[in-house]
């Protein structure tokens, strides 16, 4: 990852500044995402995540109408691997951040089109990483792949996403996206990013901690089909009322109000009969115990000798 901080401070969500609406367009149509329009920044020699960056204007991160393109696109190689957009141009540099799994059967597509991105700077990298799979299959290598589908990311984002705006003295601030759902990608392709990510994987990690101050809230965005599921819609409190309204009509008609108004009345005397039995029994002194003389003594103060013990069982 590119930074990592410490929470400091975790403050609610201030209600007046949280998203109301965020949106990730441009990424359904994956004719525009080609990967010629990608060029990859080869990590220094301590290593690094897998970055590509691009300055074509087809997708955006959309936040309350204010809309910023990608600006680049990257794989993490520290931990578990995770697909991350970056928008490096917006009024708070923001990066979206989805973990990958391998899928069980189909997938999304990724490591032929990464290959062919980072092929026209190093074509060694994916050759090196086929290397170390088990197989040791060089087709997975192929530079193969033009275009890249993203449809699996607003998919996922659909179905919400945490969204932590990270503030500090160090660095720019910046909002951090990370989507609950992880993608699937095919298991073969899985193996594969790995590699990758172990062939070009930072050789230490820094002990440095940056404490920052973060603001989280929940947030969800639409899917290609503009779509999202039911808890992310805002809740309707005026259909909670016309339902209410609707359910007093119904008890008013005539031939429900006798039986409505006969069982109001029935459980009021329920319960004027338990209050009516609680106050009794709370009202009701305790028997206090009889008190009972264990020993006593009788002394005569004119014969010094003459004491008398009486015990009582």
């Not at 599921?229 to 359910?247: K, M, N, T, V, W």
Request: hydrophobic share 45%.
């Amino acid at each position: 990852r590119s930074l990592e901080v410490s929470p400091g401070a975790i403050p609610p969500p201030n209600l007046t500044r949280t998203a109301k609406n965020v949106q990730l367009a441009g990424v359904c149509d994956s004719s525009k995402l080609r990967a010629e329009s990608f060029a990859w920044q080869k990590p220094a020699i301590d290593g690094g995540d897998w970055i590509a960056s691009t300055d074509a204007q087809f997708a955006f991160l959309e936040v309350d109408g204010v809309p910023c393109e990608m600006t680049a696109l990257a794989l993490t190689t520290s931990g578990w691997p995770s697909l991350r957009l970056q928008f490096e141009d917006c009024p708070r540099k923001s990066a979206i951040e989805v973990p990958l799994v391998a899928a069980k059967a189909g997938g999304m597509k990724l490591v032929h089109w990464m290959c062919k991105v980072s092929d026209q700077v190093d074509p060694d990298v994916c050759a090196h990483a086929a290397a170390k799979l088990p197989s040791q299959d060089p087709t997975m290598a192929s530079p193969s792949q033009e275009s890249l589908d993203l449809a699996a990311v607003t998919e996922a984002a659909s179905r919400g996403a945490t969204r932590m705006q990270i503030y500090t003295d160090c660095y720019t601030n910046l909002d951090w996206y990370v989507i609950n759902t992880p993608i699937g990608i095919e298991a073969a392709e899985f193996e594969m990013l790995k590699a990758i990510a172990e062939v070009i994987k930072p050789s230490f990690r820094s002990a440095v901690h940056v404490k920052a101050s973060i603001v989280v809230e929940t947030v969800c965005m639409p899917n290609c089909g503009g779509l999202m599921i039911p808890e992310c819609y805002p809740r309707d409190y005026g259909q909670q009322g016309h339902e209410a309204q609707e359910l007093m009509d119904v008890l008013q008609r005539p031939e429900i109000a006798p039986w409505a108004q006969g069982i109001a009345i029935l459980l009021f005397l329920i319960g004027a009969a338990i209050g009516l039995l609680l106050i009794r029994v709370c009202l009701v002194p305790a028997k206090k115990p009889e008190r009972r003389i264990k020993s006593m003594v009788v002394s005569y103060r004119d014969v010094p000798d003459s004491n008398h013990a009486f015990f009582h069982r």
